[in-house]
């Protein structure tokens, strides 16, 4: 890990902006995407799916477990590939805090490869999910895709910071917040 004096910025998201974020993102993707669903497929889809997790409880429990280690799985597989030391690299863990779990790279990456690991898990178990569900209209994942699109906000909210820095950089995950920190490459 770098010193703190090659570190030329720290960047660092709020878990309580992140989770308030990812409520607000819930609500507006439910109500406009939930709108185009019934418009394309009739109420009853997203209802059925709707009442199918609500009678399976313990099977919408396990699908959220699943997604929760499928989501910080990705990031580990897409970050790993990059690093010299593959998966000896990434570290994995729960921020008990604030209830958040987490994977943590801890050798530097590229901007471009940085960004590819953050966003795959919100692209694989968010956007694909839901871009599928409006397409057959399977409402069950119309609500898994909702939820987990909403799930990757703050991996959105530190991309959306990641794009501002300049793609020479190197970056390294943030020991500690959840962000990262950019690091002046060797010359």
């Not at 497929?41 to 009678?55: D, I, S, V």
């Not at 959306?160 to 060797?186: C, R, S, Y």
Request: charged share 10%; proline share 4%.
């Amino acid at each position: 890990m770098y010193s703190k004096q090659s570190t030329n910025k720290e960047v660092v998201i709020s878990t309580y902006k992140a989770n308030m974020l990812a409520l607000g993102v819930f609500v507006v993707l439910l109500l406009v995407l939930g709108f185009f669903f019934v418009w394309l497929w009739g109420a009853k889809n997203l209802l059925n799916g709707l009442r199918f997790l609500q009678n399976h409880v313990v099977f919408m429990l396990v699908v959220l477990i699943v997604g929760v280690f499928l989501h910080e799985g990705l990031h580990g597989i897409t970050w790993a590939m990059f690093c010299k030391d593959k998966f000896r690299a990434i570290s994995f863990g729960i921020k008990w805090k604030s209830l958040t779990p987490y994977c943590q790279c801890n050798e530097t990456l590229s901007r471009n490869q940085y960004l590819l690991g953050g966003v795959m898990p919100g692209l694989v178990t968010g956007i694909i999910p839901l871009i599928v569900s409006m397409s057959i209209g399977f409402g069950c994942l119309f609500w898994f895709g909702i939820f987990f699109t909403a799930a990757a906000i703050g991996d959105f909210m530190v991309l959306a910071k990641l794009i501002k820095v300049k793609p020479n950089m190197l970056i390294l995950d943030h020991p500690t917040e959840i962000g990262f920190l950019v690091i002046q490459p060797p010359k």
